[in-house]
């Protein structure tokens, strides 16, 4: 089975935005904008990377979040057409998890703008077990031949310049639930969510930009064999080796999908992931590296920290 994994598009959509819009944190967000993120950010790459993935022929595609800059309903409609016109899969191959971009304002978690716009692709094989994050109904299960793939909410509105995420205890106690049902157990999980599970070492930063709840989140998961915690908001590829009481997981990011950078390890692009069929093993981790001058993909391994 092979799962390309994308994340952090940031696409941009302003036409006919109302100046009262931006009368919260958005003008802080728009500001940033204006003075980097305009220029790095690339929607021409999130559609080369859109074909290169079809092109792959790959069962899954997941995307780890902040598919918005601005929780702007122009924005929706445009990630949701690039997945509907580009990417070539049903939702039901496509599984979305947000980022704190996308509940960049309290109105956008309250108004449920992402469960509303990408509904189709959070529907559960496993509904009951949900439970309602303010987002909406979260873990989201998908049971897909050797894997379980499970979708978690860490985002929710902050304070400007804040972009830390929460899982909450309601979440994290619906995870274990997910996790010890019969048709999970025989699979091999896949976790979704879009802030990685490792802080930062600075107790500043952290707060700032890490998962408050982190420390539950791997308590969770401890009596796991194997799996994987996919993630984003780094905008950097990377994987870690996680032991746990009965094996090994692997806490993989993606770069973000848009991003122009001159660190290579950067550069947009997407991972991609094989599940042997028989016996739900691992068997590779790589990642796709687009190169803008020749609009191709280099196949690279993704770089391992300690």
């Known amino acids: 089975m092979k799962i390309a994994h994308l994340s952090d598009l940031h696409i941009l959509a302003l036409e006919g935005v109302s100046p009262l819009r931006f009368l919260n944190k958005r003008l802080t967000g728009y500001a940033n904008l204006r003075l980097k993120r305009k220029h790095i950010h690339r929607p021409s790459y999130v559609r080369a990377i859109a074909r290169e993935i079809q092109r792959t022929r790959v069962d899954h595609v997941v995307i780890t979040g902040d598919l918005t800059n601005l929780a702007l309903e122009g924005e929706f409609e445009a990630a949701r057409k690039l997945l509907e016109d580009d990417l070539g899969l049903e939702p039901k191959n496509v599984s979305i998890v947000p980022g704190n971009h996308d509940l960049y304002t309290r109105g956008a978690m309250t108004s449920q703008r992402f469960s509303t716009y990408f509904a189709e692709y959070l529907i559960s094989d496993l509904p009951e077990l949900a439970v309602d994050v303010g987002v909406g109904r979260f873990p989201f299960v998908k049971l897909r031949g050797p894997v379980a793939i499970i979708g978690l909410s860490s985002a929710v509105p902050r304070l400007p310049f804040v972009a830390a995420g929460r899982l909450g205890t309601k979440q994290i106690a619906a995870l274990g639930d997910v996790l010890r049902h019969p048709d999970v157990k025989k699979r091999t999980p896949i976790v979704l969510l879009h802030h990685p599970a490792h802080n930062p070492l600075s107790r500043v930063k952290s707060a700032l930009e890490g998962l408050s709840d982190a ?84 196949v690279e391994s993704v770089p391992k920290v300690v």
Do not use: C
Not at 224 to 245: D, F, K, N
Not at 271 to 298: C, M, R, W
């Open 215 to 298: 420390a539950l989140l791997w308590t969770g998961v401890r009596d796991l064999a194997r799996g994987m915690v996919l993630h984003g908001h780094l905008h950097r590829r990377i994987q870690r080796a996680i032991p746990t009481s009965a094996g090994q997981l692997s806490a993989v990011g993606a770069t973000s999908a848009s991003l122009h950078h001159a660190e290579h390890g950067r550069m947009a692009g997407f991972n991609l992931y094989e599940i042997d069929d028989a016996d739900g093993e691992i068997s590779q981790i790589e990642a796709h590296v687009f190169d803008p001058e020749s609009k191709t993909f280099a």
